[in-house]
């Protein structure tokens, strides 16, 4: 079952635009990582953000994230036609020593030259 | 390393035939997913293994379904009989092992084997 949610579900935007998606989970988390994945090929992982961090940084990448609400944004800054994929929010399952993840079900990005 | 190396890439087959998807995972890593995806369900976990053993299998939607991982550099997805509503991208992924608690799980995924059965 899918544990995350991403919003919106199509995202077009004009090439160096900044990009924001969001992910609402049901359960607590320990971990919240977001994955690319591009047309035809398998999911890259991109950032992860532990349930004690509010805010992380990865080169054109921000994430945040607000347990208490449950949720976490992904913020593309200066986009390029390269970040045209899909983008994944995963979890796992806090207090838990079970190593699944769970998948949302992405938001596409088309960036436009 | 060469990554998560799946094969084949592309499958097509008819009802009724024994599909094996197979897998290599990145040496070292300890947890090995085998994942399925579906425009209309996303991405599902069928099974994952630790240390060569099926800790998970709930995923896995029919006894059709059977995955094996007889060594720490191999692991298997069988289908028999495959039915048309099998039909998906397949992908295996590893991830080293990380602690338990708050550990983190992060995955390297193959590229996927795509599954059609007619």
């Known amino acids: 079952s899918q544990q995350g949610e991403e919003d919106p579900q199509a995202l077009s935007i004009q090439e160096g635009e900044n990009a924001t998606m969001n992910c609402s989970y049901k359960?607590?988390?320990?971990?919240l990582q977001w994955y690319r994945q591009n047309s035809g090929r398998g999911l890259v992982h991109l950032i992860l953000?532990?349930?004690?961090?509010r805010e992380k940084h990865s080169g054109r990448l921000r994430v945040t994230l607000d347990t208490s609400k449950k949720s976490s944004s992904l913020l593309i800054t200066a986009s390029r036609a390269a970040d045209t994929a899909s983008y994944f929010c995963?979890?796992?399952?806090?207090?838990?020593?079970?190593?699944?993840?769970?998948f949302g079900a992405g938001t596409t990005v088309t960036v436009r030259a | 390393d060469a990554g998560v190396i799946q094969s084949p890439r592309h499958e097509v087959t008819e009802m009724g035939q024994e599909v094996t998807l197979r897998c290599k995972p990145i040496?070292?890593?300890?947890?090995l997913f085998w994942y399925r995806q579906t425009m209309m369900r996303g991405l599902e976990l069928l099974i994952y293994?630790?240390?060569?053993?099926?800790?998970?299998d709930s995923g896995m939607p029919e006894d059709r379904f059977s995955a094996k991982m007889p060594n720490a550099s191999f692991s298997t997805l069988k289908i028999q009989p495959s039915e048309p509503r099998d039909s998906a991208v397949y992908f295996c992924?590893?991830?080293?092992?990380?602690?338990?608690?708050?550990?983190?799980?992060?995955?390297?995924f193959g590229a996927g084997s795509r599954l059609t059965v007619l």
């Open positions: 992924a590893s991830s080293p092992w990380t602690g338990g608690g708050s550990g983190a799980n992060v995955l390297t």
């Open positions: 359960t607590s988390i320990n971990n």
């Open positions: 953000i532990r349930s004690n961090e």
């Open positions: 995963a979890t796992d399952a806090q207090g838990s020593n079970d190593y699944k993840l769970s």
């Open positions: 040496s070292g890593h300890d947890y």
């Open positions: 293994f630790n240390n060569n053993v099926p800790i998970d």
